[in-house]
């Protein structure tokens, strides 16, 4: 069993940023996503790094996010990471990381439903 734990969420104007951190109770040897809620809307993808076992990563992104968001992970540290630029109000959820063992296929990996390990969940809020 792995547990995940998110950070970093909270209050930030439109345009600022913040950093979000998916800490893994262990090393997890398969991809790792990041998923957001907003009110009243289903649980939508954000981005996975796809984990590969010669360390070449790939990352995708929604289009929605494509080029304000980036995604990375440190090994040492068993932590995902979520930098998020330029943020709109319609950034505002609850953002959830998600994890497997072992490696999909793009887009498979974008659906939540081949995801066994979830975090709680944190708030980000972007306001006017």
């Known amino acids: 069993q792995v547990q995940l734990v998110e950070s970093g969420g909270g209050l930030v104007q439109a345009g600022g940023s913040l950093r979000l951190s998916c800490a893994a109770s262990?090393?997890?040897?398969?991809?790792i996503a990041w998923f957001r809620q907003a009110p009243g809307k289903d649980r939508e993808f954000v981005s996975v790094?796809?984990?590969?076992?010669?360390?070449?990563?790939?990352?995708s992104y929604a289009d929605s996010v494509k080029g304000r968001f980036t995604s990375s992970k440190d090994n040492a540290k068993n932590t995902v990471y979520l930098q998020m630029n330029s943020l709109k109000l319609e950034d505002t959820a609850v953002y959830y990381c998600?994890?497997?063992?072992?490696?999909?296929?793009?887009?498979?990996?974008?659906?939540?439903?081949?995801?066994?390990?979830w975090g709680q969940g944190t708030q980000v809020t972007v306001s006017t």
């Open positions: 790094i796809q984990w590969s076992p010669f360390n070449r990563n790939s990352v």
């Open positions: 998600a994890g497997r063992m072992g490696a999909c296929r793009f887009p498979e990996c974008s659906s939540e439903n081949v995801y066994a390990y």
């Open positions: 262990r090393l997890l040897l398969g991809d």
